[in-house]
């Protein structure tokens, strides 16, 4: 009880209120002290991707041996995993050497490009059967999105030169540039206002140990 | 008519998409854009730097956001390079590092540029905003050394840079976390340097506020941004990566715009009819 729940509690409360402290005192001990938690964080992170390595490897070890629905893509993420792991390790994580190097621009990058384009199909489709103006709220939305929209567009802009607009009244980039720096800004701001008090009202939650979800589930 | 629209099928849309871009990028029509004030901001702040003055360029996107914001952190690496400024390139994204390196070489090539003197790749290194503060800190000591395993310690190109504070100049390209939040506040309002940042489309409005308070003094949105900066700059047409994307980007927004009328159409008629 005590390794699993006192400890990590008294760590996070001691490290939680000697941060919010060394970020008001400008003094060397101060610096020294974010410098060595700098460390120890950037330490920590590296032995945590080993750590989602050997998390990766148990769950789809765990499916290739039931021979779950599926099971393939496990073999698929081994082979991958391992391949590029030793390839990796065998040209000293150089991307320059032709092996890694093209992992990574023929396999890697195609893919992980491929995956985000698929996107414009999804979001034609929603566009068309979702994106509705059924309340005045909706409808207010929509037209905003459509003018930022077809207002970044530069034949949208030679359009509204032609119609002589920019000479009758303000320029399409100005008018956009209005819409994003106004009523966007307003809104922007009161969210990053809401999410900052809701980080420290979580942070404060997390350092006085009344949220405890990230000492597992049994907590 | 109102049955074929209600039913549409989704495999229609999709190819419409398919053909709406290949066919720009197969027949670019290259229209001409007008800069904005954000990202003329950009250009602005980097053409007062004296020669041989530190721009940090750092690229936290990976191949996904790739052909977005590669155009945009190679027209900012070919001003800086031009203008013979030190570039220092990072990432936070361990899959960002060979696209930073693959435009690092293609435009120190391009401008005669030595590596080592004139600019520096840094390897990954974990840690994320632990690693900002760090760099505020210690910058040799995070990076003791580049990409290709030399010591960074006589570097030329490093030479004075102790920590962030020594940065006279950042261009932060990110498509997320950790990204542009990270860097503005960890870095440049820390170590008080003046920083620009460029984003995805759908990442830009969230950055307006710090426009508007200079906490930022540019800001590049997207492909159109990238297409800005690659005119402002006066790019080789052969070069402009990103007015080629802009052609393609043009014409499927104006078709996902006339899908929302058709779609709106639809909605209402059926409405009426009661279907």
């Known amino acids: 009880m005590f390794f699993r729940r006192s400890l990590p509690l008294f760590v996070c409360f001691v490290f939680g209120v000697a941060m919010i402290v060394q970020a008001y005192v400008p003094t060397k001990m101060s610096q020294d002290l974010l410098e060595g938690l700098s460390n120890w964080v950037i330490i920590i992170s590296s032995f945590a991707v080993g750590l989602g390595v050997v998390s990766l490897c148990r769950l789809h070890w765990g499916k290739m041996r039931r021979l779950q629905p599926g099971w393939g893509f496990s073999v698929v993420t081994y082979v991958g995993l391992i391949g590029t792991l030793v390839i990796g390790v065998l040209d000293g994580g150089d991307l320059s050497k032709a092996r890694f190097g093209w992992i990574y621009w023929h396999l890697l990058f195609p893919l992980q490009a491929t995956m985000f384009s698929i996107l414009a199909f999804y979001v034609a489709s929603a566009a068309f059967r979702a994106f509705r103006a059924r309340s005045f709220e909706a409808t207010l939305l929509l037209l905003a999105a459509s003018v930022v929209i077809l207002g970044r567009l530069p034949v949208m802009e030679k359009l509204w030169d032609g119609a002589g607009l920019t000479t009758k009244w303000i320029p399409l ?8 720096k106004q009523p966007n800004l307003a809104a922007q701001r009161a969210i ?8 420290i009202a979580t942070s404060l939650k997390i350092i006085f140990g009344i949220e405890r979800a990230y000492l597992g589930s049994k907590e | 008519m109102l049955e074929f629209l209600v039913k549409l ?16 990028l197969l027949f670019p029509f290259g229209l001409p854009v007008q800069p904005t004030p954000e990202v003329q901001g950009v250009y602005d702040k980097m053409d007062s730097l004296p020669p041989r003055s530190v721009l940090l360029l750092t690229m936290d996107f990976d191949p996904a956001s790739a052909p977005e914001l590669t155009p945009m952190a190679k027209a900012a690496l070919r001003q800086a390079m031009r203008k013979n400024l030190r570039v220092i390139g990072l990432t936070l994204w361990q899959t960002g590092l060979g696209i930073m390196d693959g435009a690092f070489r293609e435009i120190a090539e391009e401008t005669k540029r030595e590596e080592g003197k004139d600019w520096v790749v840094l390897p990954y290194v974990p840690g994320q905003a632990a690693l900002v503060l760090k760099l505020g800190q210690d910058f040799k000591g995070a990076y003791p050394q580049d990409i290709r395993d030399k010591s960074t310690a006589d570097m030329e190109v490093l030479k004075g840079v102790e920590s962030l504070k020594n940065i006279d100049f950042q261009v932060e390209i990110a498509a997320g976390v950790p990204g542009i939040g990270s860097w503005l506040v960890y870095g440049s309002q820390k170590c008080n340097y003046p920083m620009a940042a ?32 690659e005119q402002i700059i006066d790019t080789p047409l052969k070069s402009r990566l990103a007015q080629k994307g802009l052609d393609a980007l043009t014409v499927t927004s104006c078709l996902i715009i006339l899908l929302v009328v058709v779609g709106n159409i639809t909605y209402f008629m059926s409405k009426k009819s009661g279907k």
Do not use: C, H, N
Not at chain 1, 192 to 199: D, E, I, N, R, S
Not at chain 2, 10 to 18: N, Q, S, V
Not at chain 2, 202 to 214: A, F, I, N, R
């Open chain 1, 173 to 180: 980039k100005d008018f956009v540039g209005w819409i994003m």
């Open chain 2, 9 to 24: 099928d989704r495999r229609l849309i999709y190819l419409a998409i398919g053909i709406a871009a290949l066919v720009p």
């Open chain 2, 198 to 229: 460029g984003a995805t489309s759908v990442g830009t409005p969230e950055w307006y506020p710090y426009l508007q308070s200079k906490q930022i003094v540019g800001l590049m949105g997207g492909m159109r941004g990238a297409a800005e900066y």
């Open chain 1, 192 to 199: 990053t206002f809401g999410l900052t008090l809701g980080v």
